[in-house]
């Protein structure tokens, strides 16, 4: 059978091989040599993230973990449809081995925009690293000077479209911020003459790219999102979130496909758990609307302190605990019933590094 397909002409093979779901092309690859070449073309390339982000039946998301030993990433895909964990992609995506890193490097945290993962590195000396999964390709960015209390964020330029990072950082007796961006197309930092709070430096959550545009949660008063315009290099104006509680509440942000956020609070002083999205989000102005509320007696687990996925569609939302509490579960929520189901064999020994991508879509772009 192998041989009969080899035989077809170019356009037919590339036409079949283009309808491979994306998980399943590192298999197609290693098939046979003319396969690898011809699925490592980019025309091929683009043909076929167009096929999958027409599909509707590939809902697929990156759920990304630290292992132990901090020598790999791990890519798993969850199918909502069947609420089940599939198969995991190549289990080496990103190799940190001590042939090619410095002995006590460590995955800090991991950044995602637009089918490419920026990886930040390091413990003394930091080390950036992007990583294209679907070409299984990574390469380093040259790190500024190491500074304390540093933050990244990764997004693009929409003119352009060329990926930029930003860095905030300080010195810990330096009350000023410093601003420096990595540029992707003359590969170099430039330092970034833009204005931001000090104080919310201090109350800031590590940030989600929407849009090209990187959003974060702020823990000043009642709570607001802030956001770094990549296009025009310059932050706008506290967002106000769909909420105010008197007592205090739990908060996580998670992406619904390229377009929107969504945000799960946990408030400590009623008995519902609510789900909003944004109906309309720019780096200037939001808008929301409430998505669910479920009665937190019905989930019957505790508090849930954690990263998030959501599908519109299914009205399910699948919440990973981060480990500060000792659930440490993986729980599936059904928005119509406000029943949840706990996912096994889902662990990681540094759930903190969870990343998740909601209907991931692979980039074509080489690195």
Known sequence: MKTMISNLPKDLLEEILSRVPVKSISKVRSTC???????????????????????????????????????????????????????????????????????????????????????????????LLVWNPYWGKTRWIKSPTKRSGEMFAFGYDKSSRTHKILRLSKYDDDLFIHMDIYDWSSDSWRILDATFDTNIFECIKPGLSLKGNTYWYVELEDGFLHCFDFTRERFGPLLPLPFKWSYGFNESLSLIKEDKLAVLLEPWDIFEIPVWVTNKIEPDAVSWSMFFKVERLKLDCGFLFGSFLLDEEEKTVVVFDDGHTSYNKTCIIDGESGHLREVEGLRSPHSQLYIIVSNYVPSSVQI
């Open 33 to 127: 040599k003319n396969w690898n070449v011809l699925t490592k073309d980019q025309r091929f390339a683009n043909k076929h993230i167009e096929k999958a982000t027409a599909s509707q039946q590939e809902k697929e998301v990156l759920v990304i973990t630290g292992d132990a030993n901090y020598d790999l990433i791990n890519v798993k895909f969850y199918d909502f449809h069947n609420k089940t964990f599939g198969p995991s992609t190549k289990s080496n995506g990103i190799l940190i081995t001590q042939q090619n890193s410095d002995s006590g490097v460590f995955v800090r945290d991991i950044f995602y925009c637009n089918g490419l993962l920026l990886c930040v590195l390091g413990n003394v000396k930091l080390r």
